[in-house]
């Protein structure tokens, strides 16, 4: 127990009446009960706290979504293959014009990239934002160059492509989201490597929003007598940030008409892709999402499904899918009846990322996360509240699924080396023998001190960026692994 205050006068200073009611409302009052304990300081630092909330919001959302707890769960369908754009279906020609197709739009400005990177890497033992990471690749570069360098090469071959004989390159715009926890230490991060060779003007910075943790019975968890618990409001929480932000209408004003948006724990993501962005322009929907065919059933992965018969498109989360529907398989195919992985590689309009901004919120149902949460009691079993960036995916008036194939485009990096999967090591991994394989079919030839399944070769984004021209670096060349191979 802290030591009373020994200020006479602010021991014997209410709370503000009027706030103290507001949380009556509520049945958020408790939140004032070490209020006698309190130094004036702590009184004006918890008082602030609470008045920077919206708590008729808070209070919606929390109603709303320990209700839609106790709701029993919509049938879902799977997602028929003839929904699906596969690998198998795609000619190299189909290829090439969804590929110039993608670049003639990323040449006129049209598309943005937007990362979703607020999460710590406290999974991965770090208390630096995941995009810091470095995967212990041959360049030592950590997860940001890469996406980094990847939208510089895009810009590249854009003007390239579509340009020839100017020296005018596009500029793909980035907005960044973080959250309280890692917005300073990303900016500083990106301005101490000098934005790794992009205009500083192109990169765009923003927050997303914080919520209060609850208790099992709904009341807000205190961290500290004058602090309530917070986290992050998930990653869906972009589309509020966006708005509140101003974003959306910054990207109006620049001309952007499409957004690519991914998360920042994918080695092998690939930002600004302009086969998929000319696939999602080809199509005329609104949202799109790439999949990866589940490994096995019970990878931790979501899987898109329909709700309900001929129902929306939606995910389901692999912690609420039924362990029968996981493994089903379906007879005429022998895969997975719910196969389409997501891996949060999305792709929407700007159209709709506006009318989910402004629409979204409106349903207030966010996913309770049960946690151990610091407390004053040194842990609460509580709720963490978040919003995912799929839940939109239902409001979408079109949607579009395009395959991609897993050991070209995901390589998730979310647990610390020694755990069993998705780990630095195993990313790095998939990203060196991904390498490998370009450098072999562009002629090149390897030697290695240590078995080759446990190495290979790096590829700078800066020369190829899906394993294109490498020709001329390659050919009759040999190269000694493990290495990296730049201009």
Not at 255 to 266: A, M, P, T
């Amino acid at each position: 127990m802290r030591e009373p205050v020994l200020d006479s006068n602010a021991t014997s200073s209410p709370p503000p009446q009027e706030l103290l009611e507001r949380l009556k409302d509520y049945g958020q009052e408790d939140v004032f009960s070490l209020w006698d304990e309190l130094s004036p300081d702590e009184r004006d630092l918890l008082v602030k706290d609470i008045e920077s909330l919206d708590l008729s919001r808070i209070d919606r959302i929390i109603r709303c979504s320990f209700h839609s707890q106790g709701l029993p769960a919509a049938v879902i369908e799977p997602v028929p293959e003839t929904n699906v754009s596969t690998v198998e279906e795609r000619t190299m020609e189909d290829r090439e014009r969804l590929w110039k197709m993608g670049m003639k739009a990323i040449s006129e400005g049209k598309l943005a990239v937007l990362l979703l990177s607020g999460g710590q890497g406290t999974r991965l033992g770090s208390s630096d934002p995941k995009g810091c990471l470095n995967i212990g690749l041959p360049s030592g570069k950590s997860l940001f160059q890469l996406q980094a360098e990847r939208i510089l090469c895009v810009q590249r071959l854009a003007s390239q492509s579509v340009n020839e004989g100017s020296n005018n390159t596009p500029h793909i715009h980035w907005y960044i989201m973080t959250s309280p926890f890692t917005d300073e230490a990303t900016r500083k991060y990106f301005e101490s490597h000098k934005y790794f060779g992009l205009e500083a003007d192109q990169i765009t910075f923003f927050q997303q929003g914080t919520i209060p943790c609850v208790s099992k019975d709904g009341r807000f968890i205190m961290e500290t007598p004058f602090r309530l618990a917070k986290s992050p409001d998930g990653n869906g929480g972009v589309y509020s940030a966006l708005k509140f932000s101003r974003l959306l209408e910054d990207m109006s004003m620049r001309g952007i008409k499409y957004i690519d948006c991914y998360g920042v724990d994918n080695a092998l993501v690939r930002v600004a892709d302009p086969t998929f962005l000319g696939y999602f322009i080809d199509k005329g929907v609104t949202s799109a999402a790439k999949v990866v065919r589940k490994a096995y059933p019970q990878e931790k992965v979501g899987v898109f499904v329909r709700r309900g018969k001929g129902g929306p498109l939606s995910v389901v989360e692999y912690s609420e899918l039924d362990p029968s529907l996981s493994s089903a398989i379906n007879q005429q195919t022998g895969r997975l009846r719910f196969c389409w992985s997501n891996v949060c590689l999305h792709m929407f309009t700007l159209d709709f990322l506006n009318q989910v901004a402004n629409g979204l919120e409106k349903d207030s149902v966010y996913h309770l996360a049960e946690k151990n949460i610091p407390s004053i009691h040194g842990h609460t079993l509580g709720y963490k509240l978040e919003q995912f960036i799929f839940d939109a995916f239902p409001y979408a008036p079109s949607t579009a699924l395009f395959e991609v194939l897993r050991d070209e485009e995901f390589a998730p990096v979310k647990n610390a080396n020694g755990s069993n999967f998705d780990t630095p090591d195993s990313a790095r991994l998939l990203v060196l023998r991904l390498h490998t394989r370009w450098v072999v079919a562009a002629g090149g030839f390897l030697t290695h001190s240590v078995p080759l399944y446990a190495t290979g070769v790096e590829v700078s984004p800066l020369c190829s960026y899906a394993g294109e021209n490498l020709e001329a670096i390659c050919r009759g060349r040999t190269f000694h692994a493990p290495c990296e191979i730049s201009f």
